[in-house]
C-alpha cells in the first residue's frame, strides 16, 4: 500500500462501510418501533422528528430508500475490498478503478436528493 490512491480507497471503503451499515441500522430499528427517533441522518437538514407531519407517511417512505442505500453501499464496499485486496482480475480494469468509485458517491449523493425531497413532504 502507498500513495493517495489507496489512501483515497480506504476512505471510500470506510465511507460506504460505515453508511451501508448505518442505514440498514436504522431501516431495521424504524422498521421494529415504528416511530421517529434522534437522528442527522435520517433527518433532512433542521427538520426535527417533532415537526414531522405525517410521521407515518415518512417511516414507510425512507424505509425502502434506506434498504436500497444500505444494500448498494455495502455491496460496493465489498467489490472495492475485492479490487484493491483480493486482487479479482475483472474489477482490475477501468470497472474497478472508474465505475466503483463513481458508483459510491452517487449513491450518497442519490440519498442526499432523496432526503431533500423527503423535507418538501413531511415537513
Known amino acids: 500500500m502507498g500513495g493517495l490512491g489507496d489512501m483515497l480507497d480506504l476512505l471510500l471503503i470506510a465511507m460506504l462501510a460505515y453508511v451501508g451499515g448505518f442505514a440498514v441500522y436504522t431501516a431495521i430499528k424504524l422498521n421494529r418501533e415504528f416511530c421517529l ?9 433542521n427538520c426535527k422528528p417533532k415537526d414531522c407531519k405525517n410521521p407515518g407517511g415518512f417511516i414507510l417512505y425512507i424505509i425502502p430508500r434506506l434498504w436500497v442505500l444500505g444494500s448498494l ?35 450518497l449523493l442519490w440519498y442526499v436528493v432523496v432526503n431533500a425531497r423527503t423535507a418538501k413532504k413531511f415537513w
Open 37 to 45: 427517533f434522534d437522528s442527522r441522518f435520517l433527518y433532512p437538514a
Open 73 to 107: 453501499c455495502l455491496l460496493l464496499c465489498v467489490l472495492t475490498v475485492l479490487a484493491d485486496f483480493v486482487k479479482v482480475p475483472f474489477l482490475q480494469n477501468w470497472f474497478g478503478r472508474y465505475v466503483l468509485p463513481f458508483a459510491g458517491f452517487g449513491v
